[in-house]
């Protein structure tokens, strides 16, 4: 771990760096993000993660430190394990947290929906800005009463078998996302779940199951109908039955966020989720693009949870 001493004020920004995320030549992208900083005369201490999740004790060191300003840089997983160390913490109320993000990952999907650019120095300029909203959280209760937050959306069936299958991929960068996307429609079998939403109960053998807060997951895909981030409700969406020729005919809908409107899908908000799975059969469950595990869960929603840092015209 290196940490640059300095004062520790709420002023100051903490950041939790991901040296293995998607961006091809990361100390070339350290350093320019360090010079950056440094020219804009901003007071920052940082840490590079050493191990999968060490972001979240990083995270609540930093917070018991004193900081109350914290940028991810990296990917979705890095952001993820970010928000986990940031809900999970007992120092400070999380509403008095802000959040921002430097991108520097495979699929970059949570800065879609606030148009954050993906640009270093560009999404360092919208940090400088300082503009706040708050968003809300998800809260997945899993597999032996595990706990997992998230930021920007979950799922379980198909969407965690790819995430499952993405981890072999990740070295083709972006289109890793369409070619684990391509071999699940090959391999992947529906799943029978009896789902209940705000108190409906739904048997149904689905393709998949998501539950998102924010509009893009899985490199660009739009498979949440008209999601609000900050509106207290999950954005849930029921893919039934899909043929492997049903998807194929329809990719480009994923893309165009169209897919929400064809006959085999269903949509709802809900303040909170049940879904029990076929004892059978057990599928993965992701978020934010990280596998959690396999098996029945819960799932609900914390409102105005974090402050994060978007662009003014938002």
């Not at 609540?60 to 004193?66: A, C, I, P």
Request: hydrophobic residues 35%; glycine residues 8%; neutral net charge.
């Amino acid at each position: 771990m290196s940490l640059k001493e300095n004062s520790h004020t709420s002023s100051s920004w903490f950041l939790i760096v991901n040296p293995n995320s998607g961006v091809r030549n990361f100390s070339k992208a350290w350093n320019r993000i360090q010079q950056i900083l440094k020219h804009k005369e901003i007071d920052f201490s940082f840490s590079l993660t050493q191990h999968s999740k060490h972001e979240i004790s990083l995270v609540q060191e930093s917070l018991k430190r004193g900081f109350r300003k914290i940028i991810s840089v990296g990917g979705d997983g890095t952001l993820h394990h970010v928000v986990n160390g940031i809900m999970t913490q007992r120092y400070v109320k999380t509403s008095e947290i802000k959040l921002g993000v430097i991108p520097m990952g495979t699929g970059n999907d949570w800065i879609k929906t606030y148009q954050i650019p993906n640009s270093i120095e560009k999404s360092i300029d919208v940090l400088v800005e300082d503009h706040t909203e708050y968003q809300d959280i998800g809260l997945i209760n899993h597999t032996n009463n595990q706990k997992e937050y998230y930021i920007n959306v979950a799922g379980i069936g198909y969407d965690g078998y790819v995430v499952n299958k993405l981890n072999s991929l990740k070295k083709f960068g972006p289109i890793a996302y369409l070619l684990s996307g391509l071999y699940g429609l090959l391999f992947y079998k529906k799943t029978s779940y009896q789902i209940k939403i705000n108190d409906q109960l739904i048997e149904e053998k689905c393709l998949m199951v998501l539950f998102g807060l924010c509009q893009y997951s899985g490199g660009g895909m739009q498979m949440t109908q008209d999601p609000d981030p900050k509106d207290g409700l999950l954005d849930i969406t029921i893919a039934k039955n899909f043929s492997f020729f049903d998807l194929v005919f329809n990719l480009p809908k994923l893309y165009n966020g169209q897919i929400v409107n064809h006959k085999k899908v269903i949509n709802y908000k809900a303040t909170s989720l049940e879904i029990q799975e076929n004892k059978e059969q057990h599928s993965y469950i992701e978020a934010d693009g990280e596998l959690l595990g396999k098996g029945s869960l819960n799932v609900s929603i914390i409102p105005n949870a974090i402050q994060i840092i978007i662009p003014a015209t938002q």
